[in-house]
């Protein structure tokens, strides 16, 4: 079975978004490393999915087809990795997509992503939207959590664990600190 990997940034007191899912608080100065780190765990994936609803990730995918057109970006590789990678968006709205290498998709969230990990492939990744992650989260569909945390606390806004009804014991399979404060935690779940 595929693995679903959810990379995310979240700030120190365990937030995914401001209220509306803002994230202007993301660090974005990343040292080679950690460029080298997301890449790397982009190479194990032939899928990505994300969410549009009312605060959708709209921008997410004209960005990184902008950052893989600039080869002096600094987050080139990521963006072309990104970019060519093919994606499945799930929206209640959107029934045709108007970018290149993307699907839409329209059923229910949970129903989609069992049958998505039921086929043959490589993993499939998930980069964030607080309220999509805390979905995910809430019908234990994720296998890897890769949590960036960034060196900022907000006081309040949504948190991807907020739909959790019991305890998820996690494993801790790696954790590293980066120049630029943030901090890599990757956790599996057990028993999963």
Known sequence: MRKLKLQMHITIDGFGGR???EMDWVTFNWDDNLKNYSLKNLDQ?????LTLGHNSKMNFIPYWASVA??????FFALGKG?????????S??????????TKMINGDIVEEITKLKKQKGNDIMVYG???FASTLVKHRLVDEFHLLVNPVAIGSGLPIFKELHSKQNLTLV????YDCGIVLLHYEPKNN
Do not use: M, Y
């Open 45 to 49: 994936v032939d899928c990505i999915l």
């Open 174 to 177: 790696k954790s590293k600190s």
């Open 69 to 74: 057109e600039n080869k002096s970006d600094p």
């Open 82 to 90: 990104i970019t060519d990678t093919p994606k499945i968006v799930f």
């Open 129 to 131: 939207g607080a309220r």
């Open 92 to 101: 209640r709205t959107i029934t045709n997509s108007e970018w290149a290498n």
């Open 19 to 21: 209220q509306n899912g």
